[in-house]
């Protein structure tokens, strides 16, 4: 079964801390993303890759950067964290639109709190 | 922390009726729709899509419905059962590679 895998389910950190973020995908696509999903806002995109190496900011980057190494990983990394950023965190990877499948495959999310 | 389906508009439902969930889109050049289930403290999961070349598509007790004309979408689910109880989302793709997603509606089944 393929799978988005992110490697917390829950995440406690303190104000000021580096908190990275990780997000494995076994189905070789070439697109990953990371969303925050906060009560009556939806999905907010934070940052997104189209291929190893690259980014892109979202709508709402502010606060974070990202890392994409390998093709596989696409990490999200608060620089310092605020407790403005307490939030489940979603990420996906998708096929290029060049293939027929354009859906997205979440992750089971990341719920972190910034105390 | 506090549910995603907080604040979103919801559909109650009596088990084994069946459901129907309704999605305005934005973009008339969107050719690529996908509804998703998402579960109290899970991640989204895909259900069902349809590309803008087809007005309804059937899966397992789902059907999508695309009216072009009026940008909307819905869904609907035959026979509700206790599992499907969750926040569902539309999703439309238009000329770049990103998915916009609607907030959603919280779908309760009352047993």
């Known amino acids: 079964d393929v799978k988005v895998t992110q490697s917390s389910r829950y995440l406690v950190k303190r104000t000021g801390e580096k908190v990275f973020l990780e997000c494995v995908q076994d189905?070789?696509?070439?697109?990953m993303f990371w969303y925050r999903q906060d009560p009556g806002l939806g999905l907010r995109l934070i940052y997104f890759?189209?291929?190893?190496?690259?980014?892109e900011k979202g709508d709402i980057p502010e606060g974070y950067s990202v890392s994409r190494e390998k093709k596989e990983r696409f990490s999200l990394i608060l620089e310092s964290a605020s407790t403005n950023q307490t939030s489940m965190y979603l990420c996906?990877?998708?096929?290029?639109?060049?293939?027929?499948?354009?859906?997205?495959?979440f992750g089971s999310g990341t719920r972190l709190t910034v105390v | 922390g506090e549910s995603v389906g907080l604040h979103l508009p919801t559909l109650s439902v009596q088990e084994g009726d069946n459901s129907i969930i309704n999605c305005a889109y934005s973009?008339?050049?969107?050719?690529?729709f996908i509804w998703y289930k998402q579960e109290s403290g899970k991640g989204p999961q895909f259900i069902i899509d349809?590309?803008?070349?087809?007005d309804k598509r059937q899966g397992q007790r789902v059907t999508v419905l695309l009216n072009k004309t009026v940008k909307h979408l819905s869904l609907q689910i035959a026979a509700t059962q206790p599992g499907d109880s969750a926040v569902y989302f539309c999703?439309?793709?238009?000329?770049?590679?990103?998915?916009?997603f609607g907030k959603g509606n919280q779908v309760v089944v009352i047993p």
């Open positions: 973009n008339s050049a969107s050719d690529y």
């Open positions: 189905m070789d696509h070439e697109n």
């Open positions: 349809i590309r803008s070349n087809m």
């Open positions: 996906a990877s998708s096929l290029n639109s060049g293939r027929s499948n354009y859906g997205y495959t």
């Open positions: 890759s189209y291929d190893v190496k690259m980014k």
């Open positions: 999703a439309e793709l238009g000329g770049s590679n990103r998915l916009a």
